[in-house]
């Protein structure tokens, strides 16, 4: 016969679980499982649903401050960029970063492998796949540029090895057969020498 202690408890595991995260995160050793009502629970759920659009802001201005250093921007356009990335709302049609003077478009991903291994998702590469399109051919919505005029950007959230493996996968797949040559991954993005094409779109790891 097993031990009591050994037998499955939902509850305490869900609790155990639940608590050890965030009361870590919000310094305490309150009880928070037990004191939180199932209207506090919703309303976390619904403020979860926002980490990822507050891990590609935060992704976002990682890149651009790069984007900042590479193409040595003036404090001005620098400013009038960021204006615009805080005044865009998450799934606006658009690019996520966008200077004219510069001549700069991108896109900011921040997929994490599935399962904590080294491939993503379907819908994840999918995405991906669309965004680098978009970068080299335009979006049907945007008719006031010309993406040719422009270098272009794919940015990626990266958890290290795991990220590159992932998307150098995603890179081979046959989905991206057609695309693979208009896509180069900047192993040494800090490099000031390197030299950028227009003709193609260049992932960074954020």
């Known amino acids: 016969m097993n031990n009591k202690l050994d037998i499955y408890n939902r509850e305490v595991l869900l609790k155990d679980s639940f608590n050890n995260f965030w009361c870590r995160i919000a310094n305490s050793d309150v009880d928070l499982y037990s004191n939180l009502t199932d209207?506090?629970?919703?309303?976390?759920?619904?403020?979860?649903k926002n980490i990822n659009d507050i891990l590609t802001y935060k992704t976002t201005i990682k890149f651009f401050d790069w984007i900042k250093e590479k193409f040595k921007i003036d404090l001005i356009s620098y400013?009038?960029?960021m204006d615009i990335i805080l005044a865009t709302k998450p799934n606006t049609n658009g690019f996520d970063i966008r200077n004219?003077?510069?001549?700069?478009l991108a896109e900011i991903k921040c997929n994490l492998p599935l399962n904590n291994g080294n491939v993503f998702g379907r819908q994840q590469r999918y995405k991906m796949q669309q965004d680098i399109e978009s970068l080299l051919y335009g979006k049907k919505k945007l008719t006031d540029l010309n993406n040719m005029e422009y270098y272009k950007f794919l940015g990626i959230y990266s958890i290290g090895n795991?990220?590159?493996?992932a998307t150098r996968k995603f890179l081979q797949?046959?989905?991206?057969?057609?695309?693979h040559e208009k896509v180069e991954i900047l192993s040494n993005p800090k490099n000031e020498s390197l030299q950028l094409s227009k003709d193609k779109v260049y992932i960074v790891y954020i």
């Open 162 to 165: 795991t990220t590159d493996l």
């Open 39 to 48: 209207k506090d629970f919703i309303e976390l759920k619904v403020a979860i």
């Open 100 to 104: 004219d003077k510069y001549k700069i």
């Open 79 to 81: 400013q009038e960029t």
């Open 173 to 179: 797949s046959k989905d991206m057969k057609e695309l």
